[in-house]
């Protein structure tokens, strides 16, 4: 007999599923029951293999695009997923984002708007659709942070200074919409491994494993598991936190 998953009955939107964090996000949540709508902005082809699997495994999965810049767009694809699964969607997890390297004296206004308009005004413009959505019924809201929003390396504050508002806004939305019945955190994910990382940034790949605590980078599906804990009923009381999923990294001294 197979066991009930965490999150049988469960319709979620997780955004940016076309990456290797997304694919795992999505993968983990359709393993535990969840109808699953992948969003996408450039990597449908991506995003369309996954859902193939998902469904091939006996899943329920749809892709959605849009470009989550534009607000009307964030409105557009969380109604869209609620359309798919009955009018129902009971988790979003905001997963889109873009991580540029470039040192703060040469960045522009412009260059700093991309990465704030990407990574948090579009987390801010699809949770607010999305509450409104679970107002009453209930749901759960999961932004992707980053330990940078801690702990900013160089060439990266535009990156970090976005998920620092993210962990910021989703504390100042679970008291909001916490009435509402509707839960919100952030996962903030570690070094995550990928295809050609380890060839590409050797150095920082070494540094990674050495300061881990259990010796290893992280996996898509890490993430995956800490979103599906946050939106099931084990987190039931857990909301305004931010998870962070490093390996152990973060919890070294710096002296």
Known sequence: MSRPGLLDGQAALITGAGGGIGRGIARRFAEEGAAVALHCRTALDSARDTAGRIREAGGAAVVLRGDLTDEDACHRVVAEAAERFGGRL????????????????ATTAAEWR???????????????AAAELMRDTGGTVTHIASVEAHHPPPGHAHYAASKAAVVAHARAAAQEYGPWGVRVNTVSPGLIDREGLADA??????????????????RPEDIGDACVFLASRLASWVTGHDLVVDGGVTARPTW
Request: net charge positive; with cysteine; proline share 6%.
């Open 90 to 105: 009971t988790a979003l997890v905001n997963n889109a984002g873009i991580q540029p390297v470039r040192h703060l004296p």
């Open 114 to 128: 991309a990465v704030v308009d990407t990574n948090l005004t579009g987390v801010f413009a699809c949770t607010r």
């Open 201 to 218: 940034w050797p150095e920082g790949v070494r540094r990674w494993r050495e300061a881990s605590a259990v010796g290893r980078l992280g």
